[in-house]
């Protein structure tokens, strides 16, 4: 059942009554109705992030710290609550975590890439000179995005038009002022990575709950997107958070 927040400019999946215990925020490419299973018998709402699902896409470029401002608009209503991050979403869930922790009462992350576990590696000279002379006019637009094509990632190739540009924003985006202050903080986080995630490769995730202090879990045989195990693995984790914070008060 899809529902509206903030005022209708969010959509989402609603599961139970009213007010959601839980807030999930969905992977790139993907949608609110990944969480059924996580969320089965909750009181939660699974957004659609604008740009994804039956969600417009923003009329300009976002990072995930936009994003992070209308989910902080879209729950101010039911805070706190305990947030579910997968990938993408994950992202945008600890820039809220970290920045308005009033809102948060818990967090759960699953394949968010929050650290790199080496530098960028520098483009081709060729490539640089084709930008070099794509910004002076001396090589059309369309043979430049041709050549970005060939480089980019699947994601890469598949987003159109303002998506494109919030997908390289957010790839190139540092979360480590995020991950100190989620160590500094209150909010309780639970980390779990599919054993062979490649997308967040799990060196990287479990190096980020050290950072942060907190469990983490690997689901053996499990890769990045929610399902099998590592979505059973992640509704676990959800119901003794929710349990753990219900005893705190």
Not at 24 to 31: K, T
Not at 119 to 141: E, H, I, M, Q, T
Not at 196 to 220: K, M, N, Q
Request: negative net charge.
């Amino acid at each position: 059942m899809i529902t509206t927040l903030a005022g209708g400019r969010v959509l989402a999946e609603k599961h139970g009554a009213t007010p959601p215990t839980v807030v999930a925020l969905h992977g790139w490419a993907r949608d609110g109705t990944d969480f059924g299973t996580i969320v089965s018998g909750l009181d939660a709402v699974c957004l659609h992030l604008p740009g994804f699902g039956p969600a417009p896409a923003p009329d300009e470029v976002w990072g995930s710290e936009d994003y992070a401002e209308l989910v902080a608009e879209a729950v101010a209503a039911y805070a706190p609550v305990i947030i579910v991050g997968h990938s993408f979403g994950g992202r945008v869930a600890a820039r809220l975590a970290a920045r308005r922790p009033e809102l948060v009462r818990g967090l759960i992350l699953t394949g968010v890439p929050l650290l790199r576990l080496q530098a960028p590696v520098a483009p081709p000279l060729g490539y640089r000179v084709a930008r070099w002379a794509n910004r002076r006019g001396l090589l059309s637009d369309e043979r430049m995005d041709a050549l970005r094509n060939e480089r980019g990632s699947a994601d890469y190739r598949a987003a159109e038009g303002v998506l494109r540009g919030v997908l390289v924003r957010v790839v190139n985006e540092s979360y480590d002022e995020e991950l100190d202050e989620l160590a500094a903080g209150t909010v309780p986080v639970r980390f779990v990575w599919g054993e062979h995630d490649t997308a967040a490769p799990t060196e990287a995730g479990r190096l980020a709950a050290e950072r942060v202090g907190s469990p983490f879990r690997i689901v053996p045989g499990s890769a990045h997107l929610l399902e099998g195990d590592l979505e059973l693995a992640v509704r676990e984790e959800l119901l003794a958070l929710i349990a753990e914070t219900a005893e705190q008060g």
